[in-house]
């Protein structure tokens, strides 16, 4: 019975992980304020996904937390305002950026 706990439970937290943020890069030019702008990263609707796109995309919209969202990608329904989701298509060119 244990051993079906356990292994229920790996599932579960290998499930979530896909559902996680990716961080900023320490050492930026200015701290996060916590609190996402969308309008701070208007510029990168068209531009493809990349590390350093979404660094910027983060200092540009004063959040913490970035989420790169695909087509069909399954995602929390929660509104954080200190995170940014990056729309992106299927050919991963930036659709969208909104807050949440």
Do not use: H, Y
């Amino acid at each position: 019975m244990t051993r079906i706990i356990l292994c229920l439970t790996v599932l579960a937290a290998a499930s979530l992980a896909g559902c996680a943020s990716t961080t900023p890069v320490a050492g930026g030019p200015t701290a996060p304020t916590g609190k996402c702008n969308a309008e701070g990263a208007r510029w990168a609707i068209g531009s493809a996904v990349n590390d350093d796109v979404v660094n910027r995309i983060l200092q540009g919209t004063g959040s913490r937390d970035a989420r790169v969202l695909r087509p069909g990608q399954m995602a929390t329904m929660d509104f954080r305002e200190d995170r940014v989701n990056v729309d992106v298509n299927d050919r991963g060119a930036i659709t969208g950026i909104r807050c949440g």
